[in-house]
């Protein structure tokens, strides 16, 4: 890569990164042909910039929370309207409930689109809105959908997560329990951790390489104290038809090789 200038070298870096695990500067070094300095010299500046991020804990380097912003930003200026709307539309007259469709922006989830049953019966949650994503359905679906990188890249450093009610993890080791048994399962659910006696149930949309992109949740009245742990399958099912469509009109395919978070660990040098 000799004589290729700073700017494509630094873009390198970043799509091995966003290709698979955290690496050490060394790694990255060695696999993209670049002296050490120059390696550590660009982690820097790109640090700097927010696009990736050190992990003190394990010495390496991931994805940062600012390259998934822009990634994302693809679908807050696509015309979702045209592309995910009427499928949005066709949902929630057939659930009878509110449809939203959400993305991550950071460690919080927006809300891009809604669509409300003729008769609607729940909370209205406006286009623009902002939730934490941890205590959210279309949130949690997105995170459990994230390659590894992009996942632990985003909750690094995120410290107690904050509440609205008594329910919902408060710390990241929390979260990553039940992102995984979500992740397994293919969708994810809300019990009154926003607001209680109203649950809602996510599926993930993908992108084209099968990471989630965004997430499609159905918002209903339901009150159980204390929380009953039901999983809702019959409308996930449903919510999931919706979402395998939007996947398909967005050019994007099912989360192939996306996995459920891995454990603390790991090691290396910086």
């Given at each position: 890569?000799?004589?290729?200038p700073g700017l494509?070298?630094?873009?390198?870096i970043l799509r091995?990164?966003?290709a698979?695990?955290?690496l050490?500067?060394?790694?990255?070094?060695?696999?993209?042909g670049?002296p050490r300095?120059?390696?550590?010299?660009?982690l820097?500046?790109?640090?700097a910039?927010?696009?990736?991020a050190h992990?003190?804990?394990t010495?390496?380097w991931?994805v940062?929370?600012?390259a998934?912003?822009?990634?994302?930003a693809?679908?807050?200026h696509?015309?979702l309207?045209?592309?995910?709307?009427p499928?949005?539309?066709r949902?929630?007259?057939?659930v009878?409930?509110?449809?939203?469709?959400g993305?991550?922006d950071?460690r919080e989830?927006l809300?891009?689109?809604?669509?409300?049953?003729p008769?609607?019966q729940t909370l209205?949650t406006?286009?623009g809105?902002?939730?934490?994503?941890?205590?959210?359905?279309?949130?949690r679906a997105?995170?459990?959908g994230l390659?590894?990188?992009q996942?632990r890249?985003l909750?690094?450093g995120?410290g107690?997560l904050?509440?609205?009610?008594?329910?919902?993890?408060?710390?990241?080791?929390?979260?990553s329990?039940v992102?995984a048994v979500e992740?397994?399962r293919g969708?994810s659910?809300?019990d009154?951790e926003?607001?209680?006696?109203?649950?809602s149930?996510?599926?993930a949309?993908?992108g084209?390489d099968?990471v989630?992109?965004a997430?499609i949740?159905v918002?209903?009245?339901h009150?159980c104290?204390p929380a009953?742990?039901?999983?809702?399958?019959?409308?996930?099912a449903?919510?999931g038809?919706?979402?395998?469509?939007?996947?398909r009109r967005?050019?994007g395919?099912?989360?192939?090789?996306?996995?459920?978070?891995?454990?603390?660990?790991?090691?290396?040098s910086r």
């Open positions: 890569m000799a004589g290729v494509r070298r630094g873009l390198a091995l990164l966003a698979g695990e955290p050490t500067a060394a790694t990255l070094s060695a696999r993209l670049l300095s120059t390696t550590y010299h660009l820097t500046e790109l640090e910039a927010g696009v990736v992990l003190p804990d010495a390496r991931a940062g929370i600012g998934f912003e822009i990634g994302t693809y679908l807050r696509h015309p309207d045209e592309v995910a709307g499928s949005l539309r949902l929630a007259h057939r009878d409930h509110d449809v939203h469709l993305v991550l950071g989830l809300y891009l689109l809604r669509e409300r049953p008769r609607p209205v406006a286009v809105v902002r939730l934490p994503a941890h205590l959210t359905a279309s949130g997105v995170l459990a390659a590894p990188a996942r890249a909750l690094a995120a107690p904050p509440r609205r009610t008594d329910r919902g993890p408060t710390s990241v080791r929390a979260l329990a992102l992740a397994r969708w659910v809300k009154g926003v607001s209680r006696g109203y649950a149930v996510a599926r949309i993908h084209a099968g989630a992109v997430a949740s918002t209903f009245p009150h104290d009953c742990g039901a999983d809702f399958g019959d409308l996930a449903v919510v038809r919706t979402a395998v469509e939007v996947t967005l050019g395919r099912s989360g192939a090789g996306v996995g459920p978070p891995a454990p603390p660990g790991g090691g290396g």
